[in-house]
């Protein structure tokens, strides 16, 4: 029998009864080359079947009756998941009150992030790379859970695997752009060689999560950069000039 897909678990939601959820990265696939070797993007280049083998994996591993994924934009976009679908909606976060559903992120750096409010029954996962949080995706899970009875002071939310803030240089156009929106984020830079600077992008979700009223918040520190073996990065095959990169995954969902 084939062993789960290894994966990391939030301390902040692993005692929370109903749910089951994990952070899973580039181990115990079928992929190959580049894609070593769980990579579930159903975005980039691999052989569809062994993406759809690595994802398979995932549902067993998670015991669910489906794994849905978001053809994600970058957008501020959630969708209230009722059943399962074959085509992949456009957007960049799920909430929903169903049992069995795996809500599926994919990232290659981007910020995963996942919710959950036990005592309304409702859960949530969202995509948060800089384009999403600055625009908002995390405040739109929030909101999406609230509508549906949640209560953002009892939602507890984990931020997963992603480019941490020693491997993330950016420049000064792209610190104004958050300086302006958001000027308390000016903690979150620091200063890097010449104009450049290194920034904070789990910081941010974090300081983006308490504005919104959230208490229990827990980052789990580990960089999709720097951590090869582990996890798939988009910044390091940019770095290497490789033509494409695999995707990791954060998945929920309510047990059945």
């Not at 959820?21 to 070593?36: A, D, L, M, N």
Request: charged share 20%.
């Amino acid at each position: 029998m084939t062993p789960p897909p290894p994966h990391v678990e939030a301390p902040n939601l692993s005692p929370l009864p109903g749910i089951r959820h994990g952070f899973f990265g580039r181990q115990g696939g079928v992929s190959t080359g580049i894609y070593t070797s769980l990579n579930v993007g159903i975005g980039s280049d691999d052989a569809p079947e062994n993406i759809a083998a690595n994802r398979e994996r995932l549902r067993v591993a998670m015991q669910a009756d489906a794994l849905l994924s978001c053809y994600q934009i970058h957008s501020a976009d959630v969708v209230h998941v009722t059943e399962a679908w074959d085509a992949r909606p456009k957007a960049d976060a799920m909430v929903t009150t169903e049992k069995g559903m795996g809500l599926c992120i994919l990232t290659a750096d981007c910020t995963p992030v996942l919710f959950a409010d036990i005592e309304a029954g409702i859960i949530g996962a969202a995509h948060a790379g800089w384009k999403g949080a600055i625009g908002g995706v995390l405040d739109a899970t929030v909101s999406a859970m609230t509508d549906l009875g949640a209560k953002a002071d009892r939602i507890t939310a984990a931020i997963g695997p992603t480019i941490q803030q020693a491997s993330y240089e950016v420049g000064p156009e792209f610190r104004e752009t958050f300086l302006a929106q958001s000027p308390e984020s000016a903690a979150l830079f620091t200063q890097g060689s010449s104009d450049r600077y290194h920034f904070d992008l789990p910081g941010y979700c974090h300081q983006r999560l308490k504005k919104l009223g959230l208490q229990d918040i827990h980052n789990t520190g580990l960089d999709t950069c720097a951590l090869e073996d582990s996890y798939f990065s988009n910044r390091r095959r940019n770095h290497r000039r490789e033509p494409d990169y695999g995707r990791n995954a954060s998945v929920i969902l309510l047990e059945v």
